[in-house]
């Protein structure tokens, strides 16, 4: 049974830091890339970042780039998502999925989502 767990969201300060994790079990960790996905308030899901099967390629949306650092450690089958110098727009409930194609995919190749993990940035 796939599942993915999300931790580490929580409230900061602007310009502040968090750690989100993702740990993933039920299927081989490494042969998939994995993504984050996020849904701020009132908004649709907007996606932010991925990171290939063997950590060799990752991508990142505009809005998040140069601040957001996307890693993994297949031997823990765990994705983080590193968020640094924090807006108060990036507040949002945080998802990691699975992506079940070859690449990055859209939305509708995701084919597991963790319940997600809520950050909040305010001072």
């Known amino acids: 049974q796939v599942q993915l767990v999300e931790s580490w969201g929580g409230l900061a300060q602007p310009g502040g830091s968090l750690r989100l994790s993702c740990a993933a079990s039920g299927f081989m960790f490494k042969n998939y890339a994995m993504i984050w996905v996020r849904q701020a308030p009132g908004k649709g899901l907007e996606w932010v970042s991925g990171?290939?099967?063997?950590?060799?390629?990752?991508t990142y949306a505009d809005s998040v780039k140069g601040r957001f650092t996307i890693s993994r450690d297949n031997a823990k089958s765990t994705v983080f998502l590193e968020m640094n110098s924090l807006k108060p727009e990036d507040t949002a409930l945080y998802f990691c999925?699975?992506?079940?194609?070859?690449?990055?995919?859209?939305?509708?190749?995701?084919?597991?989502w963790g319940q997600g993990t809520q950050v909040t940035v305010s001072a």
């Open positions: 990171v290939s099967g063997d950590e060799s390629d990752n």
């Open positions: 999925a699975k992506v079940s194609v070859m690449g990055w995919g859209t939305l509708r190749d995701y084919d597991y």
